[in-house]
């Protein structure tokens, strides 16, 4: 089994839906969950942040982590086309190496 | 606050030629300095990674080396590039105490 697994997609849907991607992982250890945007051709940026379980909120993004299922999310509201882009997770333990998902490709219609 | 600056964007190479690619970062000290490769359906491949000046783990036994002459500058290097060695490169910093990573605009290497 991989360490953290995600749905490359693509996933494609209309201006204003709302948008949940998802990964899971098996390193119980885990314990800081990072969610990435990439546009095409760019370098990844860092959307959201978040330390053990429960729910972290930033404008249209909401961060979901789920330990017991070992399970998070990222949920974005109101999608634009502006949003389309590759989505990537990453998590870590303490002192371990951070480990990423290989992304779900988004794309918003207008 | 902290910039991390990655060039050239593109670069088309021949075989066998070699390969320095630079990164610097400003507005910190001491980061801890990261070169990735990402091919397509392949997800982020950590290449090297640094603590400080002249200290570097390679992850991945390879064509390329890397170096840390400097605090904040990362520099990927091969003598003889291969084919297999196209992709596109990464570099990214995170604090010492904090393994939160911030990316570069990354650099598209060809070879041909």
């Known amino acids: 089994q991989k360490e953290v697994e995600q749905d490359p997609g693509p996933l494609s849907v209309p201006e204003g839906a709302i948008v949940s991607l998802n990964c899971t992982y098996s390193?119980?250890?885990?314990?800081?969950f990072m969610w990435y945007r990439q546009y095409s051709r760019k370098g990844p940026e860092l959307l959201m942040y978040t330390y053990s379980s429960g729910n972290k909120e930033d404008g249209r993004f909401t961060a979901q982590v789920d330990k017991s299922s070992k399970y998070i999310s990222l949920f974005i509201r109101d999608s634009q086309p502006s949003d389309s882009a590759t989505y990537l997770c990453?998590?870590?333990?303490?002192?371990?190496?951070?480990?990423f998902g290989k992304g779900t490709t988004l794309s918003v219609s207008s | 606050s902290q910039t991390i600056h990655q060039w050239p964007a593109t670069l088309v190479q021949p075989v066998g030629s070699p390969l320095s690619l630079e990164c610097t970062v400003e507005?910190?000290?001491?980061?801890?300095l990261y070169w990735y490769r990402q091919a397509a359906g392949r997800g982020l491949q950590l290449l090297f990674y640094?603590?400080?000046?002249?200290?570097i783990s390679s992850e991945v036994p390879q064509n390329l080396s890397a170096s840390r002459p400097q605090d904040r500058q990362f520099i990927l290097s091969s003598k003889k590039l291969l084919l297999s060695d196209s992709g596109f490169y990464l570099c990214?910093?995170?604090?010492?105490?904090?393994?939160?990573?911030?990316f570069g605009a990354g650099t598209r290497l060809s070879v041909l």
């Open positions: 640094s603590v400080g000046i002249g200290q």
């Open positions: 507005g910190t000290s001491n980061p801890n």
């Open positions: 990453a998590m870590m333990g303490a002192g371990t190496a951070l480990i």
């Open positions: 390193n119980s250890a885990f314990q800081y």
């Open positions: 990214a910093w995170s604090h010492s105490d904090k393994n939160i990573q911030y």
